[in-house]
């Protein structure tokens, strides 16, 4: 087995320029025993979770369960072996690990959408509270389906937690960044409406945002941030990431798609230095109703490349923005935005903490 758990923390002999600290140099709020268990190489795992039943345990649920019992406060990491996995997991747990076989080997698959008559909240496949939590080489997926309107892939409510080459597939409302800061890198993320949206502070770096087909008359918006007053640090950044059509919208003219739409009255979502395909509409962001939020919000454009990046024929709103500097720029970096190089290098995933 350990040639397949491989550290999830095995970054820390990367180029300085990654922002990687090295073990002996964690930070102050890193528990010594947590320390010690992030050094691990490779690390043991606390669980197996294994469809054949070569773990500890066949469902995910079920290792889930068992972490919750646990009381030293610890990291605890959880081996979910490749296989498709037909449950809904929930739970609040701090400082809990998951690492799979790989994107697209080791999947977490639901179906529950607000048309079952689920709340958005309750549709997710996978929903995480508590601190710390750690996700890598894994799918998480809902299949409702464009017909079934809201329906999560995903909900993160964990305070500092961290997505590494992990996928995300849905629909409508696929990744909700509910509450938190929250980084993500190396990912994929697949939807139709408001597919990346929540009140969390989040930066998506590294990724690619897919956008899939919906229904004929549906728009396509990518993001639908929930900020809701001016003094909530958060929004969501989307950073030297690609934004491109998933295999069913390749040559469709029919259906619009945006880089997002207001949600509540103080949205901030800011795209930067990403390459960003022909398929979205040369507005580039979508009223939410009318002309709520437009005075508002802070949407903001810097330095993207592609065929529909081109910002002349963007919006006019007053919270629109063409980013022209750097030092604006800089603001809704990881390490500005997120203070991300306080958190992050101990987790072992590479960041780049500037522009």
């Known amino acids: 087995m350990d040639t397949i ?43 197996v979770v294994a469809q054949d039943g070569s773990g500890n345990y066949t469902t995910i649920s079920e290792a889930v369960a068992a972490a919750a019992k646990k009381t030293d406060g610890k990291r605890l990491v959880i081996y979910v072996k490749q296989g498709v996995y037909k449950e809904n997991v929930e739970f609040k747990i701090s400082n809990l690990t998951f690492i799979g076989d790989g994107m697209d080997a080791t999947i977490i698959t639901g179906n529950r959408s607000a048309r079952d008559g689920f709340r958005t909240f309750n549709t997710a496949t996978f929903g995480v509270s508590g601190y710390g939590f750690i996700a890598r080489d894994m799918t998480f997926e809902n299949t409702a389906g464009p017909e079934n309107n809201q329906s999560v892939a995903l909900r993160s409510n ?3 937690s961290v997505f590494y080459n992990c996928s995300f597939k849905g629909y409508q409302d696929t ?3 509910y509450r938190g800061a929250q980084f993500y890198r190396n990912c994929d993320i697949y939807g139709t409406v408001d597919f ?17 087909k919906p229904l004929s008359y549906q728009k396509n918006t990518i993001t639908a941030h929930g900020r809701e007053s001016l003094e909530d640090n958060t929004g969501i950044i989307i950073h030297n990431s690609r934004i491109t059509a998933a295999t069913d919208m390749i040559g469709v003219t029919s259906i619009e798609s945006y880089l997002g739409r207001p949600w509540k009255k103080y949205s901030r979502t800011v795209v930067m230095k990403c390459t960003i395909d022909e398929l979205i509409h040369p507005a580039g962001w979508l009223p939410w109703n009318g002309s709520f939020a437009l005075n508002t919000l802070y949407y903001g454009e810097y330095l993207n490349t592609g065929s529909g990046a081109n910002t002349n024929g963007r919006v006019k709103w007053p919270g629109y923005h063409v980013i022209q500097n750097s030092t604006e720029a800089s603001k809704f970096t990881v390490d500005n935005f997120l203070s991300g190089n306080s958190w992050i290098p101990a987790t072992g995933v590479p960041f780049e903490g500037g522009l």
């Open 5 to 47: 758990l491989f550290s999830i923390f095995n970054f820390f002999l990367l180029i300085s320029s990654c922002n990687i600290i090295l073990a002996d140099e964690f930070l102050s709020w890193v528990s010594v025993a947590n320390r010690h268990h992030l050094q691990l190489t490779p690390p043991k795992a606390d669980i």
């Open 196 to 212: 990346i949206f929540g009140y969390a502070a989040v930066v998506f770096q590294n990724c690619n945002i897919y956008i899939r």
């Open 158 to 160: 964990s305070d500092r």
């Open 175 to 177: 990744l909700y960044v």
